[in-house]
């Protein structure tokens, strides 16, 4: 069991640094948190401060920190929300879901270039293996979500 686990950290890593490299290819001035706000804008739309600080599990002051820096690099915008002016919303601008978008491509296209190094059989195997794991840990798409992690739409053919 601990050599399994070993490996199933290393791949994770693996992913982690392709999800990282991404990120600094693309936007090199966003940091990885800065681009979870932008994933959890760009798949959920508008938030409240209040909701987005929930969903990154930080205070309310980290995300307005974090969401500061994110304004002055024209990538969110704020604004009041409708009901109730004193509240706070946060939303992409048309530059925040070109990064999230170009960052996405990227990641694709570094996966991709690992998987056509491997042999078709090799490819299946790990299909199986990873839609085998994926069933095991059950139902994380809120979670992924929250971390920046969301599952890429792919083409059928």
């Known amino acids: 069991m601990d050599d399994v686990l070993n490996l199933v950290v290393d791949a994770t890593r693996a992913l982690t640094a392709i999800a990282a490299r991404s990120v600094a290819t693309v936007a090199d001035d966003v940091t990885l948190p800065q681009y979870r706000v932008l994933v959890i804008l760009e798949s959920r739309g508008a938030q409240t401060?209040?909701?987005l600080a929930e969903q990154l599990a930080v205070t309310a002051s980290t995300a307005t920190r974090t969401c500061d820096r994110l304004v002055d690099?024209?990538?969110i915008q704020r604004s009041t929300h409708p009901a109730d002016r004193r509240v706070v919303c946060v939303d992409l601008t048309a530059k925040g879901r070109r990064i999230v978008d170009r960052v996405s491509k990227r990641r694709r296209a570094e996966i991709e270039q690992?998987?056509?190094s491997m042999?078709?059989?090799a490819q299946q195997r790990l299909a199986r293996s990873l839609m085998e794991f994926s069933a095991a840990a059950g139902p994380v798409a809120d979670h992924s979500q929250s971390l920046g992690w969301t599952?890429?739409?792919?083409?059928a053919g």
Not at 151 to 155: A, C, I, M, V
Request: aromatic share 0%; hydrophobic share 35%.
């Open 49 to 51: 401060m209040s909701e």
């Open 114 to 116: 690992i998987l056509v």
């Open 73 to 75: 690099a024209k990538l």
């Open 119 to 121: 042999s078709p059989e």
């Open 151 to 155: 599952r890429e739409p792919h083409d």
